[in-house]
């Protein structure tokens, strides 16, 4: 693992914000890891806030909702930061958010009846890695060791750190829920130490005994990248080592996001999709870095266009997520999504100079957490070797981007990655 700088103030030290009344929102039927959710409503249907607006369609799928009321002005291509375009819905909304009112005998459902309101809420992995949670909560076998992932371990980013300070009661709800549905012997709270506010708020919490949890611990991490990553988090913590081509249950292990957490207890409690998040506006670009909840589906370009951000200066480049892992964006028109944790805007002076040539240095070969050789994949990937791209376990890099971060010539080695991921044969 590497450090890197992080940049985190003064994002850390907001509040979050609230945008909440969009006029218009984008909605990608696929937001998640699987199959694209089935579209389920017409042009010019009016639908209410929280209605489906497309199906799971597979059993790696997830449904889409409407955060607010409106009519359906659209179904076609939107803008989507991975896929560059993907099916969607466009919803002129007319409503407000409604009023959320708890459900009751919380204490009584079965864990099958929880997994099914998680599954009917289209909840997804926040960390980035949008994998369908009532999935990943219905492992093949039993895991003793659940980890509440609360690292955050990218620069910029404090879309966690702020959740867990402000909702550290619902992360907890969140959490004493999915342990009654894995039914682990043990729950790590792991939080690295560049959050003393939310390290606070935890130990206070657990001390308080009032949660209905196993033996639970507050574990209080370096900071260094990629410690949010699953294995390596998994690793720090258990000293228990997820194999190549493995998962986290097969060493009996579950990792949950925060952010995961909350939109679970949001879910159970409240019967309230997921809809909204925490995104982490940052970069040196804007006149001032904001934590914000916003819905699902709403375009970059109304958060300026209604002046929640303004610019400083144009920025050269806008990152989709943090930057490390997330993706250059060419311009302001792409919506948040569910696994959106920010969006960065940087001038020329914070963009990487020109890609120079490999001098050979194996800084990246060190600096890779899944111990790969990092420059003779992109050598491969330039040379168009791409069906020798096996031989050197290309599959199994997380695209945590610590190659790029430390490489002395400025080779974004992880646009080659994915280059390759995408032509690998296997891939294709
Ligand atoms: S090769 Fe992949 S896993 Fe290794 S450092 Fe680069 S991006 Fe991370
Ligand atoms: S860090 Fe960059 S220059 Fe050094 S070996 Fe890797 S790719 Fe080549």
């Known amino acids: 693992m590497i450090h890197v700088k992080e940049h985190k103030e003064p994002q850390h030290g907001r509040r979050c914000e609230k945008f909440v009344t969009p006029k218009k929102l984008y909605l990608p039927l696929s937001q998640h890891i699987g199959k694209p959710a089935e579209l389920k409503v017409k042009l010019k249907d009016q639908v209410n806030a929280f209605d489906a607006l497309a199906e799971y369609s597979a059993l790696v799928s997830s449904r889409i909702h409407a955060p607010l009321g409106g009519v359906v002005t659209a179904i076609d291509n939107c803008p989507h930061p991975v896929l560059l375009r993907s099916l969607g819905v466009t919803l002129q909304c007319t409503g407000d958010s409604p009023q959320l009112t708890q459900r009751e005998h919380i204490e009584n459902l079965h864990k099958d009846e929880l997994l099914g309101i998680i599954k009917d ?32 371990c990218e620069p910029y980013l ?43 708020k935890f130990n206070l919490a657990l001390s308080m005994k009032k949660y209905r949890l196993p033996e639970s611990r507050l574990v209080i991490l370096k900071s260094q990248y990629p410690q949010g990553g699953e294995r390596q988090l998994i690793h720090q913590v258990t000293r228990r080592a997820v194999p190549c081509g493995k998962l986290p249950f097969d060493v009996g ?25 925490i995104v982490t506006f940052a970069g040196d670009c804007l006149r001032e870095p904001k934590n914000l909840w916003v819905k699902i589906g709403t375009s970059i370009k109304e ?15 806008v990152i989709h997520g943090g930057p490390m892992m997330g993706i250059s964006i060419e311009n302001l028109d792409y919506p948040i999504l569910k696994g959106t944790s920010g969006v960065l805007f940087f001038s020329k002076d914070e963009v990487a100079p ?6 050979r240095c194996g800084r990246c070969v060190d600096a890779c957490p899944m111990n790969l050789f990092p420059s ?10 791409f069906d020798r791209l096996d031989e050197v376990f290309l599959s199994d890099c997380i695209e945590c981007g610590c190659c790029t971060y430390v490489c002395p010539a400025k080779i974004p080695l992880v646009h080659y990655i994915k280059e390759g991921k995408r032509y690998a044969p296997k891939n294709k």
């Open 121 to 152: 809420a289209g909840i997804v992995g926040m960390g980035g890695a949008c994998f369908p949670t009532y999935l990943k909560l219905s492992p093949p076998q039993p895991v003793d060791t659940f980890l509440v992932n609360g690292c955050e």
């Open 158 to 200: 404090a879309c966690d750190y702020r959740l867990m300070e402000e909702e550290t009661e619902s992360i907890l709800r969140g959490a004493e829920l999915v342990a009654r549905i894995i039914d682990p012997k043990q729950i790590y709270f792991c939080i690295e130490e560049n959050k003393p506010a939310a390290i606070k």
């Open 253 to 277: 292990c579950l990792v949950q996001n925060v952010a995961t957490l909350c939109a679970i207890y949001e879910a159970v409690y409240f019967s309230k999709p997921l809809v909204e998040r």
């Open 303 to 317: 958060l300026f266009d209604e002046k929640i951000l303004e610019f400083d200066r144009e920025p050269e480049k």
């Open 354 to 359: 020109l890609e120079g040539v490999c001098i």
């Open 376 to 385: 003779e994949i992109i050598r491969r990937v330039k040379h168009k070797q």
